[in-house]
């Protein structure tokens, strides 16, 4: 194995408690860890989230299938100041600071230790506030080392080897590997496994989770008489968090040894209606989908994402907060990826642009009225004697949409399905056409509507240039003032417009015209026209 003295940080030690104090929500700090796998450099399929307990001690455990850490990335992560995420086809990383795993995994407890598997290389790094305290540092050092695929060690140096055996849960080599192989259990030869103990307690000496109650979940500790039907239980449960930590998941989370029911919360609402938004700073518009919630009428609000991660869950607007109650029951999700989030991702920065929102909100609870209005006078309309609000009514989801256990797609299902099987393949799909894991997604609504939006724009424009040039052309034609190649430049001109327009629009029969004859032009210049 290659190693050295536990690297260096400019930063004291104290500052790895206050830079965890940003997440005041322990979920918020899992959510940190999540995303660090759910990111495209990473490339997680599935990550499992566990408790366990090591020599009595309470653990949180975290480990996907991803691609792993090089030792180099591995650096980066346990450091401060690096942040290297970076898009990937359709799939755009969450955070910026390249801070996520140094405030999550503190914010939960005082130690932690990453075990990563690449191809090449196995690689163990500490990150602990006990080892810190216990020698004294002045400023935060991470032992690391990195083992080769053969086993083979260098014998110099190996000062992080014996900083980690000595300060962490593992005393031995053996125990170490018997962790990097854990994660070959996955099914897969690379991935990455963090496990954080000396968890942060209550008051009361308690570890601020209760992992007793249920056995598949891991809750938040609340008093009874904080819970009420009026709370979400994405607010204590995170099994329920995690349901909706993503607009589209595409990774899945299994939560000690079950798998979360991910959900596509804009397409998990009834009597769904779409709206759109430009802020003044925008040179596009921004979609907001309205429905009710068709599990409880009293979670409602705004649900508010930002790059498909989820920033404020059930913001209640106005219109909700006073005492006529209007818009119970409703939910809206928008995607602001015009606004940026705060270090913890809970909240958005107090920025001119977030000020400018503000006007946005306001004519949000105008439009949200304007549909809970709309929804019941309908209502009315289709059941005049009908004396029970639409809230108190039992709904189901306007649309069914199911991911596919093996290839991750989501495929939309015919609407009167109502159960579905524990694990669903694609292979199973009512529907054909999308029977194959091989077959990409079908498109939702609106990214029908984008793309249908962006096909007609760019065509717009290039129906606009090409009658500007065939103007101009025909122009210098009948003044007599077409160069030597001018004609020769109207005709194919004329041609490939004949081309083009048919491509769009296979009715139109043009394989007999003389392309040196004005007639043409007429006909081109008014489909032309047509389309743009």
């Known amino acids: 194995w290659q190693t050295q003295p536990p690297l260096g940080s400019k930063q004291i030690p104290k500052f790895l408690h206050a830079n965890s104090t940003s997440h005041t929500w322990p979920f918020s700090a899992i959510a940190e860890l ?96 006990s080892y810190l305290e216990a020698i004294g540092a002045q400023r935060v050092l991470v032992p690391m080392i990195t083992f080769r695929r053969d086993g083979h060690n260098h014998v110099e140096d190996g000062g992080s080897l014996r900083a980690i055996l000595t300060h962490s849960l593992f005393n031995s080599e053996k125990e170490l590997f018997t962790e990097l192989r854990a994660i070959s259990a996955a099914g897969t030869t690379t991935g990455t496994r963090i496990i954080i103990w000396n968890l942060r307690t209550t008051a009361n000496g308690e570890t601020e989770f209760d992992f007793d109650t249920d056995k598949y979940d891991i809750l938040i500790r609340v008093n ?89 869950p059930y913001v209640k607007v106005s219109c909700q907060c006073k005492a006529e109650r209007k818009g119970v029951g ?46 019941r006078y309908k209502r009315k309309k289709e059941d005049p004697k009908c004396t029970v609000a639409i809230e108190d009514v039992l709904k189901v989801p306007d649309q069914v949409w199911v991911q596919c256990d093996s290839c991750l797609k989501w495929r939309r299902l015919p609407d009167a399905i109502t159960e579905l099987p524990d694990k669903w393949f694609c292979s199973m799909n009512y529907d054909p056409q999308f029977r194959s894991c091989l077959v990409e997604e079908e498109l939702e609504d609106e990214e029908e509507d984008q793309n249908a939006g962006e096909e007609k724009s760019k065509l717009s ?11 101009e052309l025909r122009e210098q034609s009948q003044r007599g003032m077409e160069e030597k190649d001018d004609s020769s430049k109207l005709r194919t001109l004329r041609l490939n417009l004949s081309r083009l327009l ?23 210049i008014q489909v032309l026209e047509n389309i743009s």
């Open 461 to 471: 424009a290039l129906c606009d240039q090409l009658r500007s040039q065939l103007a």
């Open 224 to 312: 009874i008489s904080d819970k009420s039907n009026m709370t979400p239980e994405s607010e204590y449960s995170l099994r329920a968090y995690c349901s909706i930590l993503y607009l589209k998941p595409r990774m899945q989370i299994i939560i000690r040894g079950q798998r979360v029911k991910s959900q596509l919360i804009s397409k998990s609402l009834a009597h769904i209606a779409q709206d759109n938004y430009r802020p003044s700073f925008l040179n596009k518009r921004v979609r907001i989908t309205f429905g009710y919630n068709t599990k409880s009428k009293e979670h409602y609000g705004i649900m508010m994402y930002h790059k498909n991660r989820l920033i404020k």
């Open 502 to 524: 048919v491509s769009f629009i296979p009715s139109l029969h043009l394989e007999h015209v003389d392309y040196n004859s004005d007639v043409i032009d007429t006909i081109l």
């Open 330 to 375: 409703v939910i809206g999700v928008i995607e602001c990826n015009f606004l940026q989030p705060t270090h913890n991702k809970q909240d958005f920065d107090d920025t001119d642009k977030y000020r400018c929102a503000q006007l946005f909100i306001t004519l949000l609870v105008i439009k949200l009225e304007e549909y809970w209005n709309e929804i």
């Open 34 to 129: 999540i995303d660090n796998s759910y990111d495209p450099d990473v490339r997680a399929r599935q990550i499992w989230i566990d408790w366990t307990r090591i020599r009595g001690l309470d653990c949180l455990s975290f480990m996907d299938n991803g691609e792993g850490l090089t030792r180099a990335r591995l650096h980066k992560m346990l450091s401060f100041g690096f942040s290297e995420k970076k898009a990937a086809k359709f799939h755009i990383p969450i955070g910026v600071y390249g801070n996520g795993f140094k405030s999550g995994s503190m914010r939960l407890g005082k130690d932690a230790i990453v075990f990563s598997k690449t191809r090449d290389t196995m690689s163990v790094g500490l990150l602990s506030q």
